[in-house]
């Protein structure tokens, strides 16, 4: 009996020992150790981009290029330059990005940017309500205001009432051609010639064909500086300051709110300042 009892106790501890292995290899099998090398496969999900970019890793600018002293091209070295571009320049360095410019006609510029031809345009452009319903604008960057452009040797225009039965040249769609629309509601019958680009409207005043422009007050005043026996700049009350800003997608609030602090950033520590009297001087 005693022999019975040894025996059975042996086969139980064997059945025991069995079960404990089996049990233990569920387990390896539920739970298998994490490696080294299992964890460095892991791949954390991707950052959030705070802003969309037409290229990843740089800030492209759509620009009208034929705005001296905003944005030219040097004859000399054939690259582009100017106020508008050195600013962009800056911006983009800031932001850790490399910067493209995208030379566009300026009747085409925003439609180019609300097909995300590029990401902000920077092209002298003044913000109007109207733009605004169309992109959104950084804070202003620059203070301009329209002027008369006239021939050196006319001294018949003065002001803006001058102007009446006059050819005026304009670019197409910029605050000048408002401008030249607005006096024309006012009473002051002018004809308006419309060009695409500054530069020809300039040519216009040389041949004689226009009796006098409307442009922005710096670019104006670069012209009469450069030429001063072919032109003359008239002042006029009429014109009120405008402002420039950087346009951008209105889906894109976040690069917006990037170019408002670093020009806020530009303003303070002085960079905005030599790069205003790089161009315009003090």
Not at 122 to 147: G, H, L, W
């Amino acid at each position: 009996m005693k022999k019975m009892k040894g025996l059975l106790l042996v086969l139980l501890l064997i059945v025991g020992i069995a079960f404990a292995g089996c049990a233990q290899e569920e387990k390896s099998v539920q739970e298998p150790k994490t490696t080294p090398a299992a964890e460095e496969k892991t791949t954390p999900a991707a950052e959030e981009k705070p802003y969309d970019l037409v290229t990843d890793g740089v800030l492209t600018v759509g620009s009208d290029i034929a705005y001296p002293p905003f944005e030219y091209t040097d004859e000399k070295t054939g690259e582009y330059t100017g106020f508008d571009i050195d600013l962009m320049t800056e911006v983009a360095k800031r932001l850790g990005l490399e910067v493209k410019f995208v030379n566009t006609a300026w009747d085409g510029i925003i439609p180019g940017l609300q097909a995300k031809k590029y990401d902000v345009i920077c092209s002298a452009m003044t913000i109007t309500e109207e733009r605004a319903k169309q992109v959104d604008f950084s804070n202003p960057y620059f203070e301009a205001k329209q002027v008369i452009l006239t021939s050196a040797k006319d001294e018949s225009i003065n002001g803006v009432k001058d102007l009446a039965g006059k050819k005026v040249a304009v670019q197409q769609g910029t605050t000048g051609d408002f401008a030249a629309v607005k006096l024309t509601e006012k009473g002051i019958q002018l004809e308006i010639i419309r060009f695409e680009g500054t530069p020809e409207a300039l040519m216009a005043i040389q041949k004689g064909d226009a009796a006098a422009a409307i442009i922005d007050n710096f670019v104006a005043y670069l012209a009469a500086k450069k030429d001063p026996e072919t032109y003359r700049v008239v002042e006029d009350p009429e014109f009120e300051p405008e402002y420039y800003g950087i346009a951008v997608h209105k889906d894109n609030k976040g690069l917006l709110e990037a170019i408002n602090k670093v020009l806020e950033e530009m303003k303070k520590d002085g960079t905005y300042d030599q790069i205003y009297n790089k161009w315009f001087g003090q």
